[in-house]
């Protein structure tokens, strides 16, 4: 099999694989339940071999949506374990009337890329043959509802009334855990004494576990989840109470490109007054985005909503602009030719031209640690994706192909080493193997 046949061939077994029939595990061991915004991901690469089954992944998803739109970060499957924490220490439905009884989830949030799931679903199926994009259609129409409560729930609880930012209460609703993006708010999340006695079952699926974050982060980690549950996972009650409290210039952004797609779609299902106020979402979250650029790095910087401070860190988030799109072209150009210079894709160390999680000329870059230096395919299939969105075509495809052949290895790893080159973390990592089945798309 030549190279490109081979990725598919593997990355489409490795979704098979790691699938429960009707979700796909993020990873077969470290993460066996369904990732919200891994779902995402997952479902655009299904789409690419299996529509139904595409389909299927959103819809069990959703399936967990709270009453209040609330799209949990965890839909747990009651058939597995080995993940800690799990249901019985969220214990949603015991402490929020919003949260459903079955399935079990988690009472935090990940990034809303769904939308973005929803519309590149329909792109493939429309290649598909017009049996199989009528029933796209038709699906979409009915999962579309459901996309609308969750980005209502996300403009009317997590809207910073300041900053105009999306407020995360815990770092893990970033997607980015332990980035050095939120280290100052975390220096600050005091670990009170009810925190319970718990064992970590994550460092064990590593072949080390200094690729995984801290014991010292992890009690923060835990000991958000207690006070989510104290303020019975409701945003109101967190604002006064939470210890951590940031407003993500990538959400933001995510959520700015999400409800511009989930606008077009409310218009092509007739839905004149959502569009408007969806078309409004983005427009308020992009400003808010563009309003966040630091001047002197030319990345956008979070806010830590605690302290005020602007976290300027040299992170990947900081390319927000590129993905909430719409930006001017001149801020376009800087951010672009940021991203491929040497601060980050075009170090010289570097094996492939590939944006680290950190730059690497930022004091907190550790290459081989999580989201704290090594390279994300899951992210760079994100900024390609924006890429092409906003006609940068050369810089899309030059990361398109250098990712590529990284995944030529084969290990789909969750992450790789910057320098080496060498797969970290979980290996058969789903949403990478997802990611480059829809880059292999392109090729046909
Ligand atoms: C906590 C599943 C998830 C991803 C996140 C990634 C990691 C979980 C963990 O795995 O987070 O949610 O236990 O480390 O950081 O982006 O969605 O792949």
Request: proline share 6%; glycine share 6%; hydrophobic share 45%.
């Amino acid at each position: 099999m030549t190279g490109s046949l081979s990725i598919a061939a593997r990355a489409a077994y490795i979704l098979r694989d790691n699938s429960t029939g009707h979700i796909t595990k993020a990873a077969p061991t470290l993460y066996p339940h369904q990732w919200s915004w891994d779902a995402a991901f997952n479902a655009i690469g299904l789409a690419t071999t299996d529509l139904p089954r595409a389909r299927l992944e959103l819809d069990s998803l959703f399936a967990g949506q709270w009453r209040n739109g609330l799209l949990p970060h965890i839909v747990f499957d009651p058939t597995a374990d080995g993940y800690w924490p799990g249901p019985a220490q969220w214990e949603c439905a015991a402490h929020s009337e919003e949260a459903p009884s079955l399935p079990a989830t988690s009472g935090i949030i990940d990034p809303p890329v769904h939308a973005i799931a929803v519309d590149r679903i329909l792109a493939v199926a429309a290649r598909a043959d017009g049996e199989e994009y009528s029933r796209t259609l038709e699906w979409a129409a009915g999962i579309y509802p459901k996309l609308l409560a969750w980005h209502r729930f996300l403009a009317r609880d997590r809207a910073d009334k300041e900053t105009g930012l999306m407020t995360l209460f815990h770092g893990w609703e970033s997607g980015t855990d332990n980035s050095p993006r939120w280290d100052a708010p975390y220096a600050g999340v005091e670990v009170g004494p009810g925190l319970p006695r718990y064992e970590r079952k994550d460092k064990v699926h590593v072949s080390d576990a200094a690729q995984r974050p801290t014991d010292r982060e992890y009690d923060r980690y835990l000991w958000l989840v207690e006070e989510a549950k104290r303020a019975s996972y409701d945003a109101g009650l967190l604002r006064q109470t939470g210890s951590f409290q940031v407003g993500d210039v990538l959400f933001t952004a995510i959520f700015a490109c999400a409800s511009d797609l989930l606008a077009a779609l409310a218009a092509r299902l007739s839905k004149r007054a959502d569009a408007a106020e969806l078309k409004d979402y983005a427009a308020q979250a992009r400003a808010a985005v563009f309003c966040h650029v630091d001047e002197a790095s030319g990345l956008a910087a979070d806010v830590d909503l605690r302290s005020g401070k602007w976290l300027t860190t040299e992170t990947i988030a900081g390319f927000a602009p590129l993905i909430a799109g719409g930006m001017p072209l001149t801020l376009r150009r800087r951010l672009v030719s940021l991203l491929l210079g040497e601060r980050w894709a075009g170090h010289p160390s570097f094996r492939y031209a590939l944006p680290p999680s950190t730059s690497p000329c930022s004091a907190a870059y550790n290459p081989a640690c999580y989201w704290r230096g090594p390279v994300w395919p899951v992210f760079t299939w994100l900024l390609t994706w924006a890429l092409v969105r906003s006609g940068e075509y050369d810089t899309a495809a030059a990361l398109r192909s250098a990712s590529l052949e990284q995944l030529g290895d084969e290990t789909f790893a969750e992450y790789y080493h910057p320098v080496t080159g060498a797969p970290l973390g979980s290996l058969n990592q789903s949403w990478t193997a997802a990611v480059a089945l829809d880059w292999l798309l392109d090729e046909e």
